[in-house]
């Protein structure tokens, strides 16, 4: 099969691509993939390192922006979608997977022009305004959290959940050992979370001894929150721009401070890891404040606002959590029960079936 994903721009928009890429061309000597993204999202850093061929195209946001905003984009617009079009032509793919991010549309429009089928694969519990424009015209839209199916009136959904990278399905339970707590705010890091965390650092003196903290940035903060650690008298060891093997960290976390990104929550619940969610406040339709309310009602989480952040705030719920065990394992146990396993085979046995059909 040779299939084309297209987006990005995050990595809870290109995790799931790339799981899917490396699934089949692990289980298809003959498979080829082709990645559609932009040379600004995160795509153009991860899959050459990968070994994942990607093309971009230049496209921009189209939400948050006036009218005249958006008109000014409508060239631009065009010529993404022409973009697109020759790389469909050039790969000639059986099916198209739209992960969502600012490239998802100029492909996915290219490919209904070239009556090339596509599927959508949609991470939050509301989506963004790609899927739900093209979703009518997709063959399925899978769907990470149930929630987004009201979003999809006309569309055929399915409920698969969020492929995920090797390793994530296979997480340990939670240790016995001293305590590690994980820090992240997605793959671009979170300025609000680095300053939360290095605000609740004197209130976690008591922890200080026993307490170890991975703690993800991203690139562009890396170097002022570990002079900010080492400012606190605690080691920066854990302070690094960007964490390749995910899993691993998940496999030592007792406890996870993030946002609330829909790849997040996937990787939360099958890692079965407790998590102070700190949601992004102007996602599309707030989805990250849904999906982190949907894993909270069920016991799986603690809800914490961005706007309610402060490092005492912050520390004292560190501090409790690492400090009760049982409720630290209760919370584990609830996310481990919301996972939804085997998405990566559950898409790609929709992407084979539209394939064969379409031949």
């Not at 079009?85 to 992960?99: Q, Y």
């Not at 570990?226 to 093997?245: E, T």
């Not at 960290?249 to 969610?277: F, M, N, Q, S």
Request: net charge positive.
């Amino acid at each position: 099969m040779r299939l084309l994903l297209a987006g990005g721009g995050t990595g809870g928009h290109l995790f799931p691509a790339v799981a899917l890429a490396q699934r089949l061309l692990a289980e298809e000597s003959k498979a080829a993939v082709q990645f559609v993204g932009t040379a600004r999202g995160i795509e153009a850093r991860v899959l050459p390192d990968l070994g994942l061929p990607l093309e971009c195209i230049e496209v921009q946001g189209f939400v948050n922006r006036n009218l005249m905003g958006k008109l000014a984009m409508l060239p631009q617009l065009w010529r993404s979608v022409l973009q697109a079009r020759r790389i469909l032509d050039r790969f000639r793919p059986d099916v198209v997977v739209g992960v969502g991010g600012y490239a998802s549309a100029p492909v996915l429009v290219a490919a209904l022009w070239r009556k090339i089928p596509y599927v959508i694969h949609e991470q939050n519990a509301w989506p963004g305004l790609t899927n739900r424009l093209l979703g009518r015209w997709a063959k399925r839209v899978c769907l990470s959290l149930a929630e987004a199916e009201r979003a999809f009136v006309s569309a055929p959904t399915l409920v698969t959940g969020n492929p995920l990278r090797p390793g994530m399905e296979e997480c340990p339970p939670i240790s016995d050992g001293p305590p590690t707590l994980l820090v992240f705010g997605g793959s671009l890091g979170a300025r609000a979370i680095n300053d939360g965390l290095l605000a609740a650092l004197p209130h976690l003196a008591g922890l200080r001894d026993h307490l170890t903290i991975i703690h993800q940035t991203g690139a562009g903060d890396v170097e002022r929150v570990r002079q900010g650690y080492v400012a606190a008298g605690w080691p920066a060891d854990g302070v690094v721009p960007f964490i390749h093997d995910m899993a691993a960290v998940y496999g030592r976390a007792h406890l996870v401070v993030c946002r609330a990104g829909a790849t997040t929550i996937a990787e939360l619940t099958a890692c079965g890891r407790p998590a102070i969610l700190i949601p992004y406040p102007h996602a599309a339709g707030d989805h990250q404040s849904a999906n982190a309310r949907a894993l909270a009602r069920k016991g799986a989480a603690l809800l914490l606002p961005q706007g309610q952040l402060s490092g005492e705030h912050l520390a004292r719920l560190i501090g409790d959590l690492l400090q009760d065990r049982r409720r630290l394992l209760s919370m584990a146990g609830a996310a481990g029960s919301l996972a939804r396993r085997g998405a990566v085979d559950t898409i790609l046995e929709i992407c084979r079936d539209i394939a064969a059909r379409r031949s």
